[in-house]
């Protein structure tokens, strides 16, 4: 399938999937395209995080098929038909501090194929992390934005919170905010 100015997030998502799959690349959906394939959009971003462990050149020659190539900034990769572009942030896939394999995330079936992705209880806890680490207001509004569209496991985001030394009220504070998200588009 080519790719076009009309190649929406996800359908990428998941062509880059397969490709990096097919290198024999584990590599993660997160970040802001998880939020926005989450939010169904709401929530856009301009790149496509996939975490991983893998080399800058073993990614250029996985993505040369598909027309990516790698900025001259080094940092990622663009194609000459799409505004969005693909980033790769250093693994491994953690949260905080809890740390999770490749192999654990369940892939999404898509109509273009599977997609390995965080789970929407991950994105959030994502979002959280960089809330309390960096104070992002931002992280914290697309967490509640993913609460209000998925199902969330509100448990395991309270054990998050605990072990991260946060404050266990704020999860609550996520539940209550989330059946009244903010707007984002």
């Not at 169904?40 to 995080?49: A, E, I, P, V």
């Not at 940092?75 to 505004?83: D, Q, V, Y």
């Not at 914290?140 to 404050?167: F, M, P």
Request: glycine fraction near 6%; proline fraction near 6%.
């Amino acid at each position: 399938m080519p790719i076009t100015e009309q190649t929406t997030a996800i359908e990428l998502a998941a062509l880059v999937s397969q490709a990096l799959e097919l290198a024999g690349i584990k590599a993660t959906l997160s970040g802001g395209g998880a939020v926005s394939l989450y939010t169904h959009n709401r929530y856009r971003s301009n790149d496509l995080d996939f975490v991983t462990t893998a080399r800058r050149d073993t990614l250029a020659a996985a993505l040369l098929p598909l027309g990516f190539a790698l900025a001259s900034d080094g940092r990622h990769f663009g194609h000459p038909t799409t505004a969005l572009f693909l980033e790769f942030p250093s693994g491994p896939l953690e949260f905080g501090r809890r740390v999770v394999h490749h192999d654990d995330v369940p892939r999404l079936l898509t109509p273009w194929g599977p997609l390995r992705v965080i789970t929407p209880t991950q994105c959030v806890m994502d979002r959280l992390a960089a809330f309390w680490h960096w104070h992002d207001r931002q992280s914290w509004d697309q967490a509640v934005l993913v609460a209000s569209q998925q199902a969330i496991d509100y448990e395991e985001l309270i054990a998050q919170a605990e072990s991260e030394g946060a404050d266990p009220r704020d999860i609550a504070r996520l539940r209550d905010q989330a059946t009244h998200p903010p707007d984002l588009a």
